[in-house]
């Protein structure tokens, strides 16, 4: 495997530096800081290399505390909590620069019968008819709109993960509209069968457009220069075996913004309408201050 799914495996792939503890270099986005999903899918690795595999992750929960470096390496320690009967509880401490940057817990539990059922997916256009970033923008020219330029750059940016936005319309307008956005993603190339995998790359692109949703009510997003956000807690639940490497879809909500918080929830589904993750953030989305 080539190109920049290599390089995510590689960030992915922690190094050991002794009794449950590993460290991790980032992906040189040419962001000034470090990518969150990248540090919940590096801190949910360290966990899980602590766990036996035949013992599978079904929930996190993580804060964020302070952006990370992306030029520097960041180390992860892994507190065993506790090794039940069926269940297992890990806590993950990522540092950089002599400072906690993030937190997180993850609980693990051996695979059980039970009761079923889940949530419908929306119905929404297949991944085939949803334009990717740079032809939607030719179309909206057509049109006589114009995706800004940030916008574009975001979605039709080179990385890992393709995103294609099935409501990419809420970008041309500034108008206010219901708290609901829908984004269809995968791996841009075939990843190794091994689960573990699949898993740590669904933790990295479920930070991907989620806080943005929490802005959709105000005509608003991220990619504002007026807006200064950033995620401050993170919580993912497996609910059942994937592939990232298929077509996924985000169907994203916001419930509530007060206090300059946002809070945001999503259900990742398999094209075949099996809900796979559940989702649900809180971040900042502060409006800048004027320069003094």
């Known amino acids: 495997m080539a190109g920049i799914v290599a390089e995510l495996l590689d960030i992915l792939d922690l190094a050991p530096l002794g009794a449950d503890r590993f460290r991790g270099e980032s992906l040189q986005t040419g962001w000034f800081r470090v990518f969150g999903g990248q540090v919940v899918a590096q801190a949910l690795v360290a966990a899980s290399r602590t766990v036996p595999e035949t013992r599978p992750p079904h929930s996190l929960h993580a804060y964020f505390l302070l952006g990370g470096d992306p030029k520097a390496p960041i180390d992860y320690a892994v507190e065993r909590i506790r ?15 002599d400072r906690a940057i993030f937190a997180m817990s993850v609980s693990y539990h051996d695979a059980e019968a039970g009761a079923v059922h889940q949530a419908t997916m929306p119905d929404v256009p297949p991944p085939e008819a949803v334009a990717e970033a740079p032809a939607a923008a030719a179309q909206a020219a057509r049109d006589g709109a114009v995706i800004p330029a940030p916008i ?45 995998i699949h898993r740590a790359v669904l933790a990295y692109a479920s930070d991907m457009t989620l806080l943005d949703a929490t802005l959709i009510p105000h005509g608003q997003t991220v990619f504002d220069g007026e807006i200064q956000s950033a995620s401050l807690d993170h919580a993912l639940w497996l609910h059942r075996p ?21 809070f945001a929830r999503g259900q990742i589904f398999s094209r075949d309408g099996t809900l796979v993750a559940s989702v649900a953030q809180e971040g900042m989305i502060r409006p800048r201050r004027p320069e003094a």
């Open 242 to 262: 994937f592939r990232a490497d298929d077509w996924l879809l985000y169907a994203q909500d916001s419930p509530s913004a007060e206090g300059a918080r946002g």
């Open 152 to 196: 574009l750059s975001y979605f039709g940016r080179k990385r890992p993960i393709e995103l294609r936005p099935v409501e990419i319309e809420r970008y041309l307008r500034r108008a206010p509209r219901d708290p609901r956005f829908h984004v269809w993603m995968r791996a841009v190339d075939r990843l190794p069968d091994n689960p573990a």
């Open 83 to 97: 090794d039940g009967r069926s269940f297992a509880t890990r806590r993950v401490v990522a540092t950089q620069h």
